[in-house]
């Protein structure tokens, strides 16, 4: 007898486990029914400002900034070859302020530039293609920032 209950516990416990992480996982997902969402396609190219020339390995983070201020990162991405950068991200909650931070992170590898921040507000009429329900439809900014180099 005493050995069927310890099978039976462990058996428990595994299920327990499972639809215990299970439940986590599905939790996670952006967007449920009911809840406001949008669209986000971000995407720009970084220049020096002397040179007029790509400046790639650059570090770009996008985050979303509270009303206290407080910044919560979503992304980070690296700046291509050709000095390009691209965040999509589909469901999120529609966001009415978010800032882009920008580090030269790669040394004087490709020339040393100044760190930079880019704040930016959403206005609601920004957003095109919306239900007028929950969905407020897609957002979508380029972005062309020149880079001073530092002295």
Known sequence: MKKVIKISTKICGALLAILGFSAVVNSCSTAEYGTPSADFFLDGNIVS??????????????????????????DSVHTNESGGFSFYRLGQFPMRE?????????????????????????NNNEYYGGSGNWYSGKYHKSFDIKLTPKN
């Open 49 to 74: 400002e002397e040179t007029n020339e790509p400046i790639k390995n650059l570090k770009v983070r996008w985050s979303e900034k509270s009303h206290q201020d407080n910044k919560y990162p979503i």
């Open 98 to 122: 978010y800032s882009l931070d920008i580090q030269d992170i790669d040394g004087n590898d490709n020339g040393a530039f100044n760190d930079t921040t880019i704040n930016v507000s959403v």
